[in-house]
């Protein structure tokens, strides 16, 4: 088993930055693809930013190309989503999850998932 916790959401002025992190126990780091999704009520949960083991392939939603970074430290079993240039848009619930595989960009793909943490946006 693996537990996620996420931490760094929060109010942040729409142009100004945020840096969430995520830290697991319970399992080697570097043998998770790991990922952040996010979601609004009523909406279905999506991708945002993801990365394979050991943290060398790294996919991004087009929305958040250029603005947001997906960064781990194995040695702290943290995985961070440094959020840059956010916008009104960025506002959701956003969650960890980390995979016993390659992951992906579905929810499906993903075996452990943390409780969330909210990032607000102000306009």
């Known amino acids: 088993q693996v537990q996620l916790v996420e931490s760094g959401g929060g109010l942040v002025q729409a142009g100004g930055s945020l840096r969430l992190s995520c830290t697991a126990s319970g399992r080697t780091f570097s043998r998770l693809a790991l990922a952040w999704f996010r979601q609004d009520p009523g909406k279905e949960r999506e991708f945002v930013a993801g990365?394979?083991?050991?943290?060398?392939?790294?996919d991004y939603r087009d929305s958040v190309k250029g603005r947001f970074t997906i960064a781990v430290d194995n040695a702290k079993n943290t995985v961070y989503l440094q959020m840059n240039s956010v916008n009104t848009e960025d506002t959701a619930l956003y969650y960890c999850?980390?995979?016993?595989?390659?992951?992906?960009?579905?929810?499906?793909?993903?075996?452990?998932w943390g409780q969330g943490t909210q990032v607000t946006v102000s306009s």
């Open positions: 990365v394979s083991w050991g943290g060398e392939l790294a």
């Open positions: 999850a980390a995979a016993n595989g390659h992951g992906g960009v579905w929810p499906r793909d993903y075996d452990y």
